[in-house]
């Protein structure tokens, strides 16, 4: 089992690659099987080619973004975070968005399954024009 340390590290690296938008960065911390449901109700992506396919897919509509973990609660392998996110759609939008992630971790430290908890709406409606 990973150690509080390990998955408080895991979280912090997460979050700072998006919000540096490394996108390589951000997917090397998910296992190579990991499963991301992001938001939830989505259909769930598998694998770090389909959560990088998400990513870009969204970091393509920024030109910039904010990412904050507001605060972790972990507890042996699992983790949930509050985040807010503020950022500048392509278009010069501003967007504001926030949500709760739950995570699971591997004993290598690595994100094996995320549930994002968020509403994408907001999201594409900053894009939408």
């Known amino acids: ?17 998006l919000r ?14 990991a499963v991301q449901h ?3 109700g989505d259909p ?8 990088r396919e998400f990513f870009q897919g969204v970091l393509n509509h920024f030109d910039a973004i904010a990412v ?5 609660y972990c507890l ?8 807010t996110c503020d950022g500048t759609a392509v278009n010069g939008r501003h967007i504001s968005f926030e949500g709760i992630d739950l995570f699971r971790i591997n004993d290598d430290g690595k994100i094996t399954e995320i549930k ?3 509403d994408p709406m907001k999201m594409l409606a900053a894009f939408a024009e």
Not at 1 to 17: C, F, G, I
Not at 44 to 51: C, F, K, L, M, Y
Not at 68 to 72: S, T
Not at 76 to 83: F, P, T, V
């Open 38 to 40: 992001c938001p939830v």
């Open 76 to 83: 042996e392998n699992e983790a949930a975070a509050k985040w």
């Open 116 to 118: 994002a908890y968020w």
């Open 68 to 72: 904050k973990e507001e605060f972790f």
């Open 44 to 51: 769930p992506r598998v694998g770090q080619d389909a959560i």
């Open 1 to 17: 089992m990973p150690s509080r340390t390990q998955v408080e590290d895991v979280l912090k690296n997460y979050y700072a690659a």
């Open 20 to 33: 540096s938008l490394d996108l390589k960065a951000a997917v090397k911390t998910f296992a190579p099987d």
